[in-house]
């Protein structure tokens, strides 16, 4: 099974998503693809380091697939985190 | 309007220093996120799927132009241009950044303004009639008494960690457009034999996993013994309420397993105690309060006015506004307007930074710069001249705010859901744009009459399911978003719980289903006068049910 680590930012809130670098990005496709438990269980240490470090919070591991090179979340409620409501905005005059 | 007083300003403004302090030690990481929750949580701050939440109370829903320009100016600067206003009569911001939040709290505490007991166990901000003060059926202004409740209520040492969130709704007339019955407490304003001001009070009610309907205590409560009375009630809840299960925590349980004779017992010895006592609410005190809610000044008007008629005859699409969304004012020559925040296939209850900023202009140009937030997700104009409806009608559609449809089929009311809730299992606002575009057509929404839908992302029911005349729940169906539907339910003083009608739907087929119902009333219904709820309740849910799943 593949994963990835996702998080929301500590400062403003923002999904965000460990790199292999071990940065924190909002590109879900930057996320490092996991497909072992001991590498899973390594990011996760580290990852909780950073919750200890205040830079994020709500550390969880998510199931994704791989489609046309592109990281897509298994279950909705991680699609929707990742690519933003589904709702259309074009009905709000002055919104961007 | 009520003014905040010395000791609510200055309080507000050291919350605010407090709370700054608080989120900068959390951003040093001074202290952990355990720490830091109570206190955001305390000060309206949630965490949800995408960004930070701040949830504002508008005490019973009352803004002035000055605070909606405010809002505006929050949303545009630290938001993404929109805010949604929501059946609580509150407002969220769906994406400041905790950075900001002590930055957005300072600017609210200085238009009167906070986000204090808008999450946690405590009493919630005190909803009421967003008609109040304006409604021609009205026994008085429910919102002194909110206030009161409010002032009471705030902070208060005792009722700041209750087993369980805690809600109460005051409507100022007999037809209830309040929900009171689905509130922990719920007071209707009525005149005793003698003219003087009392209330009915009820109790228990709430929605949630278990919805129930709120229970008579005591028809008759007068003025002097309010807070006393409440108070009692509080006492009680406070002591016997359940702690051990959060799920078996609101007063709706305890009078459930109680019994509400046996309760009325215990609050009614809680109240001998107290009553006469530091909460006696003497006749001055309510007069004080009341005259922070004195009516503007009217002028004498005829009751009909020819301009608005003349303008009628001449612009159809108003006459249809007209018809739908204005609501009859105690003040001859003038009217409550609705200003749906329901545009066909839109947000429910969304407004941007724009028309928020419009609707402040129109109702400081026309409308004594008041406006009310309604618990349908709707914004409202509660004193206008009929002479200048076709002026406010023309500025409001130049902001994209005149659709008309204020109690009809589109008028829906849908929580966040799976968009942008934590907690949700399915989305409820994709279900309400696609039905609201169904449903849209004016003829379409003309022959149906009055309908409420309303959508729950999960069994929480903010998005009042339980009383919609249809209902609709999102669900999770082994990872896939399913919806059931109920039907029957309803807010008012003849609430009832909907029923749930048989096995759910997936997304493509709820739009269908609730079709399927539509027409089912319209082929059985004796006359078009006949109201959906009303013919659902002449018929019962038989031929719904066969409509939709076959006999
Ligand atoms: C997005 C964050 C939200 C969270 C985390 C949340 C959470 C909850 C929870 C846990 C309950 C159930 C309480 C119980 O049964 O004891 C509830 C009830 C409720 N919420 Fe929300 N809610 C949210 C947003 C909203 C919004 C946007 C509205 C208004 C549109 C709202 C209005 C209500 C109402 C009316 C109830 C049911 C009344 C009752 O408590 O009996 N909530 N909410
Ligand atoms: S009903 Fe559920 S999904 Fe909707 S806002 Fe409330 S908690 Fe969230």
Redesign the pocket.
């Known amino acids: 099974m593949l994963e990835i680590l996702t998080a929301n930012r500590l400062y403003d809130g923002d999904v965000v998503y460990r790199t292999a670098a071990g940065d924190w990005v909002a590109d879900v496709d930057a996320a490092e693809l996991i497909d072992s438990t001991d590498r899973l269980t390594l990011a996760v240490a580290a990852a909780n380091a950073d919750v200890k470090a205040s830079k994020v919070l709500d550390v969880a591991p998510i199931a994704v697939e791989v489609t046309d090179g592109h990281i897509v979340p298994k279950r909705l409620r991680e699609r929707i985190r990742a690519f933003g409501p589904t709702v259309k905005s074009d009905h709000r005059p002055g919104a961007n | 309007m009520y003014r905040y007083d010395e000791f609510d300003a200055a309080f507000v403004r050291e919350r605010v220093v407090q709370f700054s302090d608080q989120v900068e030690r959390r951003l040093k990481g001074e202290i952990t996120e355990d720490e830091f929750r109570p206190l955001r949580l305390m000060n309206g701050v949630y965490l949800q799927l995408h960004a930070y939440m701040l949830r504002i109370a508008v005490p019973y829903g009352t803004l002035s132009s000055t605070q909606m320009r405010r809002l505006a100016h929050i949303a545009r600067t630290y938001d993404k241009g929109f805010g949604h206003f929501t059946t609580r009569q509150n407002i969220q911001f769906n994406w400041p950044a905790l950075k900001d939040v002590p930055a957005i709290l300072s600017e609210l505490a200085e238009v009167e303004m906070h986000a204090i007991q808008t999450s946690g166990n405590c009493i919630r901000n005190v909803t009421a009639d967003h008609f109040a003060g304006a409604a021609f059926d009205e026994a008085d202004d429910p919102r002194p008494y909110a206030e009161i409740l409010r002032q009471w209520s705030s902070l208060h040492p005792e009722f700041s960690f209750l087993p369980r969130k805690f809600k109460i709704a005051v409507t100022g007339a007999a037809h209830d457009r309040a929900a009171i019955r689905l509130h922990d407490i719920g007071l209707e304003v009525k005149r005793g034999d003698d003219g003087g001001i009392g209330f009915a009070v009820y109790v228990g009610g709430g929605q949630g996993r278990t919805p129930m309907l709120a229970r008579e205590i005591n028809p008759f409560v007068p003025e002097a013994d309010i807070l006393a009375y409440v108070d009692a009630i509080l006492r009680v809840y406070n002591l016997f309420g359940r702690r051990d299960n959060k799920f078996k925590a609101r007063i709706k349980i305890l009078v459930h397993e109680t019994g509400i004779d046996e309760l009325r017992r215990m609050v009614e010895e809680e109240f001998a105690q107290i009553r006469g006592g530091v909460l006696g609410l003497p006749a001055e005190e309510a007069e004080r309060i009341r005259a922070y809610f004195a009516p503007p000044r009217f002028e004498e008007r005829p009751a009909v006015s020819a301009k608005l008629n003349a303008a009628r005859t001449a612009n159809p699409t108003l006459d249809r506004f007209v018809k739908q969304n204005l609501h009859r004012h105690k003040a001859p020559g003038y009217t409550s307007l609705t200003i749906s925040l329901k545009p066909i296939g839109g947000i429910p209850g969304d407004a941007s930074a724009d028309q928020m900023d419009a609707v402040a202009v129109i109702a400081e140009t026309w409308a004594f710069s008041e406006i009310r937030v309604s618990h349908e997700q709707n914004l409202i104009l509660p004193h206008l001249a009929l002479d200048d409806v076709p002026d406010v009608y023309q500025a409001l559609a130049a902001a994209g705010l005149a659709t008309a449809n204020a109690g009809a089929i589109t008028d829906i009311i849908a929580?966040?859901?799976?968009d942008?809730?934590?907690?949700?299992?399915?989305r409820?606002i994709p279900i309400a744009s696609q039905l609201s575009e169904r449903f849209g057509a004016p003829e379409r929404q003309d022959e149906i009459g009055p309908l409420s839908i309303k959508i729950?992302?999960?069994?929480?029911?903010?998005?009042h399911?339980h009383v919609g005349h249809i209902g609709i729940l999102?669900v999770d169906r082994k990872g896939e978003e399913f919806y059931q539907i109920s039907l029957g339910g309803n807010p008012d003083e003849s609430a009832s719980i909907g029923e749930i009608i048989g096995p759910g739907f997936y997304a493509e087929g709820v739009i269908d289903a609730v079709e399927t119902v539509v027409d089912t009333y319209i082929k059985l219904r004796l006359s078009p006068e006949e109201t959906f709820l009303t013919a659902y309740r002449r018929l019962g849910e038989a031929p719904f049910k066969e409509a939709l799943y076959g006999a």
């Open positions: 929580c966040p859901g799976l942008y809730c934590a907690l949700a299992n399915a409820s729950s992302g999960c069994i929480n029911a903010c998005g399911h999102g």
